[in-house]
């Protein structure tokens, strides 16, 4: 079974910044980071693939970084300018597929069959 491990979640004031990671046990072609809030689906954050493709929510864009150096097996999500609105559980999310050739639709939860087990964001005002 592949295993998904997150870390690097906690508190922090707007503003301020956090570096998740999350560690995959066999490699995989895209991988993702997905947010959850109490009472609301699990949205997609940002996602990279093996040959370069990347997505970013709008909200997000320009504040956080997805990346994954070549170990591969490291996720990384750099998130600066934290605010509020940022704060919920981070999912880990990782599948065999590439990201189609010129797809530049959202990430969908159904995209992915593997997933960690999440890391809490706080960010206070």
């Known amino acids: 079974a592949v295993q998904l491990v997150e870390s690097g979640g906690g508190s922090v004031q707007a503003g301020g910044s956090l570096r998740l990671s999350c560690v995959v046990s066999?490699?995989?072609?895209?991988m993702a980071w997905f947010r959850q809030v109490p009472g609301k689906e699990r949205e997609a954050v940002a996602a990279?693939?093996?040959?370069?493709?990347?997505f970013y929510a709008d909200a997000v864009m320009g504040r956080f970084t997805i990346s994954r150096p070549s170990a591969k097996h490291t996720l990384y999500l750099q998130m600066t300018s934290l605010q509020p609105e940022d704060t919920g559980m981070y999912f880990c999310?990782?599948?065999?597929?590439?990201?189609?050739?010129?797809?530049?639709?959202?990430?969908?939860?159904?995209?992915?069959?593997?997933w960690g087990q999440g890391t809490q964001v706080t960010v206070s005002s």
């Open positions: 999310a990782a599948d065999p597929r590439p990201i189609p050739s010129g797809d530049r639709r959202t990430p969908l939860t159904t995209d992915f069959r593997n």
């Open positions: 990279t693939d093996t040959f370069g493709t990347t």
């Open positions: 066999i490699y995989m072609n895209t």
